[in-house]
């Protein structure tokens, strides 16, 4: 069992769009809210589950608050959630079956039994119920009974033919009996039976109509317990009711049910489209079939659970909606910040801002992308921006690094879009300008696909236009165009990506087998290039095609590196190319110490490559998460997986760095998360260092750092007296001290200063930390 306490977890959304540095190797998700699926009310708070995680409304102070990150809880992907009056505790069920307990003062303990325990069939946690101090899991092999006063597992209840696994989907009691809700209908056993986990002692309802099929839902509400037959057609559910030992239709006029709950002395069903409330009496009361918010027209609702909190306010998760509150005839909508949705086709970092697009190449995705910086998000949709009407997939983002406030947007049908300011300028595409239709029978329809966008150092704007002749153009900071013809891979090439090198060669990606294309700064030299790695031993010549790319990047050293299926190839000397017929890269081997070549990578499919302030690489793969490797690859430093760290997923799409800060951002297919890496871009000057957390108060134990400097800084740390206590030179833009002294001793309370110089001695500052022991 592991316990840990939040120290100001919930943290209020006015202060969630900080930008305060966090501590190295921790992580930070950016999920969307949306599509809200369990409501859970307590006397104080009403709790949401949503696609993006579990946030709260507060009811003393009617803020809305969400969980400072992954790691303040055990894990990520909440399924289901229900709160406990009696021990003041929401449970908290995992979709890998990870359970946590979150007290009402902010204690999170920990009960991974049911995730690490090897168990015959699903494993995952369908609802949960209590009685007393006892919580009820309805599980997919049976039921688990969590003891709450003790925090552990108490039993395990196999309740199918012989005992085996039978997958459960509600749990609930009466004052007699417990009642299991199955896909082969409901089980019954006497709630004081000592020797319940027998499963001699369930017995099968048989009085009940739809005796053997399945029921999905059971509730106990004003001394009765009510049962869900789930027909598996919309409006086919049928309820029944146990009255006086008698199974008899319950509100037969209620067709369907994703969720019901009793609170406040009320019955809330979430229905298909509707909410039904049910009083003490088991009358129908009341229903919601529309919202009507100040702002907009009436909505339709699609509610997946609802409840009701202590002042007759109804609460609804809603699948498009999130979070909604009915009271006094008003309706409320709560949705904390994040992005629109979690689909993350393309991340990119600019001037310390992420923007993100959920695009494709495939299909039709609604033309969305966003933006999150220091002053939170700020969204571009069809709803709000008419321009976006019309055509799908954007695909990329480019901002113009003469001007933070003027970018250009890639669409895969749309054309180019040009914004200033956030104000929308031009849409470019056939019939407007040089670029080209991927439709050439119908040359009177707009359909321009831009798959790649990048600046020059010249403020000139490069892109590639697929499925034409004329497959790249430039735009000029003056508005002129130029058009570039790619014979091998014009027409019915996908052309995507497009990197802009330090000396203007354009190197492009053709995705589908079709290796790279480069052009040089003037667009006067071209060639396809094949991607073939060359190897050596000395005895072995060994040739390798990686013509199926889907990732580049170029390093700090100007390297050239490509993500193919069969791992990395990389260009150490690029402009080589001009001159050279047979132009070859190498595949970095890692050193295991074996005097064997072990190709990096060479089973992955590498689809991100982003390079850090050290110049290490982050490689994303299609399904093994990401690798960080030193700067020729030859080490691998870090690995995450979903199965050691808070990754969302190991199908990793785009990543990027914010190199002011060194965070790593993995835009995978469930989301986007980001890593604190230690390493950030080198300053050009020591005007803007500074360290944190500073003062390093007596409860800290983590790192200290020192950011802001120019790379490879000499930083050495001395006492108020001169006496050296630590030295080392910068990663990049930082350096990183334990708080200790040459001798392992943690320093005792004093004023320390950071001597900080060039590696060429030209540059030097100082700045002092204040250490309390």
């Known amino acids: 069992m592991m316990r840990k306490f939040i120290l100001s977890t919930?943290?209020?959304?006015?202060?969630?769009?900080?930008?305060?540095?966090?501590?190295?190797?921790?992580?930070?998700?950016y999920l969307s809210y949306n599509k809200a699926s369990k409501i859970a009310v307590s006397p104080d708070k009403v709790f949401c589950?949503?696609?993006?995680?579990?946030?709260?409304?507060?009811?003393?102070?009617?803020?809305?608050?969400?969980?400072?990150?992954?790691?303040?809880?055990?894990?990520?992907?909440?399924?289901?959630?229900?709160?406990?009056?009696?021990?003041?505790?929401?449970?908290?069920?995992?979709?890998?079956?990870?359970?946590d307990l979150l007290y009402d003062d902010g204690e999170v303990v920990n009960l991974s039994d049911i995730k690490r325990k090897t168990i015959a069939g699903n494993k995952v946690i369908n609802n949960i119920s209590f009685s007393g101090n006892e919580a009820y899991l309805?599980?997919?092999?049976?039921?688990?009974?969590?003891?709450?006063?003790?925090?552990?597992?108490?039993?395990?209840?196999?309740?199918g033919d012989g005992g085996s696994s039978l997958n459960v989907n509600d749990v609930e009691t009466d004052n007699n009996s417990i009642f299991a809700a199955t896909n082969e209908g409901i089980f019954r056993a006497d709630k004081n039976d000592p020797n319940?986990?027998?499963?001699?002692?369930?017995?099968?309802?048989?009085?009940?109509?739809?005796?053997?099929?399945?029921f999905n839902h059971l509730v106990y509400h004003a001394g009765n317990i009510i049962a869900n037959y789930?027909?598996?057609?919309?409006?086919?559910?049928?309820?029944?009711?146990?009255?006086?030992?008698?199974?008899?239709?319950?509100?037969?006029?209620?067709?369907?049910?994703?969720?019901?709950?009793?609170?406040?002395?009320?019955?809330?069903?979430?229905?298909?489209?509707?909410?039904?409330?049910?009083?003490?009496?088991?009358?129908?009361?009341?229903?919601?079939?529309?919202?009507?918010?100040?702002?907009?027209?009436?909505?339709?609702?699609?509610p997946r659970s609802a409840g009701i909190s202590a002042d007759g306010s109804v609460w609804i998760a809603d699948e498009n909606e999130v979070l909604v509150r009915y009271s006094g005839e008003n309706f409320e909508q709560t949705l904390p910040p994040g992005p629109i949705n979690n689909d993350m086709f393309f991340v990119g970092a600019f001037n310390s801002e992420i923007w993100m697009a959920p695009g494709s190449t495939v299909g039709y995705i609604r033309p969305i992308f966003q933006r999150f910086g220091s002053n939170g998000w700020t969204y571009f949709s069809d709803e709000t921006h008419p321009e976006l009407t019309g055509f799908h997939n954007i695909l990329a983002i480019e901002v113009d690094p003469r001007d933070p406030n003027h970018f250009f947007v890639a669409s895969w049908g749309g054309g180019l879009l040009e914004y200033q300011n956030d104000e929308f300028v031009e849409r470019y595409y056939n019939l407007n300008s040089p670029l080209e239709t991927a439709l050439p029978e119908q040359p009177n329809e707009p359909f321009t696909r831009i798959g790649g966008l990048g600046f020059d150092s010249e403020g000139n704007l490069w892109m590639t236009n697929a499925e034409c002749s004329h497959n790249v153009h430039k735009l000029s900071a003056s508005g002129d165009w130029e058009s570039f013809e790619l014979p091998e891979i014009a027409n019915n090439y996908n052309v995507t990506d497009i990197l802009v090198t330090e000396n203007d060669d354009k190197w492009l990606l053709v995705p589908g087998g079709h290796d790279a294309y480069v052009i040089n700064k003037t667009g006067d030299q071209k060639k396809r290039l094949l991607v073939t790695t060359y190897f050596s031993n000395g005895t072995d010549e060994i040739t390798t095609r990686m013509n199926d790319v889907y990732s580049i990047a170029e390093d700090q050293d100007g390297a050239?590196?490509?993500?193919?299926?069969?791992?990395?190839?990389?260009?150490?000397?690029?402009?080589?190319?001009?001159?050279?017929?047979?132009?070859?890269?190498?595949?970095?081997?890692?050193?295991?110490?074996d005097g064997i070549y072990h190709p990096l990578l060479e089973t992955e499919t590498v689809t991100a490559i982003a390079v850090d302030g050290a110049n290490q690489k982050w490689l994303g793969t299609q399904n093994s998460g990401v690798f960080l490797v030193s700067e020729t690859g030859e080490a691998e430093v870090l690995h995450f997986t979903t199965e050691n760290s808070p990754l969302l997923s190991n199908n990793i799409l785009s990543i990027a760095i914010n190199q002011k800060n060194g965070e790593v951002f993995f835009g995978t297919d469930k989301g986007l998360i980001s890593y604190q890496g230690e390493a950030t871009g080198g300053a050009d000057s020591y005007?803007?260092?500074?360290?944190?957390?500073?003062?390093?108060?007596?409860?800290?134990?983590?790192?200290?750092?020192?950011?802001?400097?120019?790379?490879?800084?000499?930083?050495?740390?001395?006492?108020?007296?001169?006496?050296?206590?630590?030295?080392?030179?910068?990663?990049?833009?930082?350096?990183?001290?334990?708080g200790t002294n040459l001798n392992g001793n943690r320093v005792k309370t004093g004023v320390y200063l950071v001597f900080c110089n060039d590696e060429n001695g030209e540059e030097t500052h100082i700045t002092k930390i204040l250490f309390i022991h």
């Not at 260092?689 to 000499?714: H, K, S």
Request: with cysteine.
């Open 10 to 29: 919930l943290i209020l959304l006015t202060f969630f769009v900080s930008q305060a540095q966090r501590e190295q190797g921790t992580w930070q998700d």
């Open 49 to 99: 589950v949503t696609e993006g995680g579990l946030f709260y409304y507060d009811l003393e102070d009617n803020s809305v608050n969400k969980f400072g990150d992954v790691i303040e809880l055990s894990d990520f992907g909440v399924s289901t959630i229900a709160y406990n009056e009696a021990n003041q505790v929401l449970v908290i069920a995992y979709s890998n079956s990870n359970i």
């Open 138 to 159: 309805a599980c997919g092999f049976g039921i688990v009974i969590l003891d709450l006063d003790r925090q552990e597992v108490k039993d395990t209840y196999y309740i």
């Open 196 to 214: 319940l986990a027998n499963f001699a002692n369930w017995i099968h309802v048989n009085d009940i109509p739809h005796a053997d099929d399945i």
């Open 230 to 302: 789930a027909a598996g057609e919309w409006y086919q559910d049928e309820m029944y009711i146990l009255d006086n030992g008698n199974w008899q239709p319950y509100n037969t006029s209620i067709g369907y049910a994703y969720d019901m709950q009793s609170n406040a002395g009320y019955l809330a069903i979430a229905s298909r489209d509707v909410v039904f409330i049910i009083d003490g009496n088991h009358s129908r009361i009341g229903d919601i079939r529309s919202y009507t918010f100040s702002d907009r027209t009436e909505e339709d609702i699609a």
């Open 560 to 593: 050239i590196w490509i993500g193919s299926s069969k791992g990395v190839a990389v260009y150490s000397s690029p402009s080589r190319i001009w001159n050279s017929d047979n132009f070859y890269a190498s595949q970095p081997g890692l050193d295991l110490n």
């Open 687 to 738: 005007s803007d260092v500074y360290v944190y957390p500073n003062p390093v108060r007596e409860t800290y134990d983590g790192p200290v750092t020192i950011a802001g400097l120019i790379e490879n800084t000499d930083v050495k740390i001395t006492d108020i007296s001169g006496n050296l206590v630590y030295k080392t030179t910068s990663f990049g833009g930082q350096a990183v001290w334990d």
